[in-house]
């Protein structure tokens, strides 16, 4: 599933500009002669290309949790997910841990362009996300007239539930979501 061109380009700047302002992507102004670091034989292979460089399950894990922020606009550490497998489909729900409203706000904000894009058979986002192609988007995207998405307000955040009476809908979405479920270490 390819990236709509807009999305693409507003992903791009969004890259750019947080590679512009982290501290030591920029190009350095100091002068002063830099002297040489001594670390370790395991983080000389990681920062070199040794044999441990590797990512180890809790950096994927931590990668995935950092693409997630910049996709949905609120910390995933404060946040919990819920990818609950229903006999109809099933419903992803987000919601903030404290009641920080800004965030509750944007939960909302992006839940809702969620259920617009699954509409449209876009999964862009979780792709973006997982960086992989989710299991069953395919058949969800391809099916996308026999699937009904629908969001509501929870009391800190959002959910969109996912309704079919398809059978190869259903067994797709319900392959969504325990892929979800597993990538976000979500539980339910």
């Not at 807009?6 to 590679?19: C, M, Q, Y």
């Not at 910390?75 to 919601?95: C, K, M």
């Not at 904000?109 to 997982?130: C, N, R, Y």
């Not at 307000?153 to 969504?176: K, M, Q």
């Amino acid at each position: 599933m390819s990236i709509f061109p807009a999305k693409a380009a507003l992903v791009s700047l969004l890259v750019l500009s947080i590679l512009r302002t982290t501290p030591g992507m920029a190009q350095s102004t100091d002068t002063t002669p830099s002297m040489p670091m001594d670390h370790s034989a395991a983080q000389h292979a990681a920062m070199h290309g040794g044999r441990n460089s590797t990512p180890t399950p809790d950096t994927s894990f931590a990668a995935l949790q950092a693409r997630g922020k910049m996709a949905m606009g609120v910390d995933q550490y404060a946040s919990a997910h819920r990818f609950d497998v229903l006999p109809n489909g099933g419903r992803i729900a987000l919601e903030m841990k404290d009641g920080d409203s800004l965030a509750v706000a944007q939960i909302r904000a992006h839940m809702k362009l969620i259920e617009h894009a699954f509409q449209a058979g876009d999964f862009s986002t979780p792709e973006f996300v997982h960086a992989r192609a989710m299991p069953g988007t395919h058949i969800m995207s391809r099916n996308k007239a026999l699937i009904r998405y629908t969001y509501a307000d929870l009391p800190r955040g959002g959910e969109v539930r996912i309704t079919t009476t398809d059978s190869a809908s259903l067994a797709a979405i319900r392959e969504f979501l325990t892929a979800q479920r597993g990538d976000h270490r979500a539980g339910h």
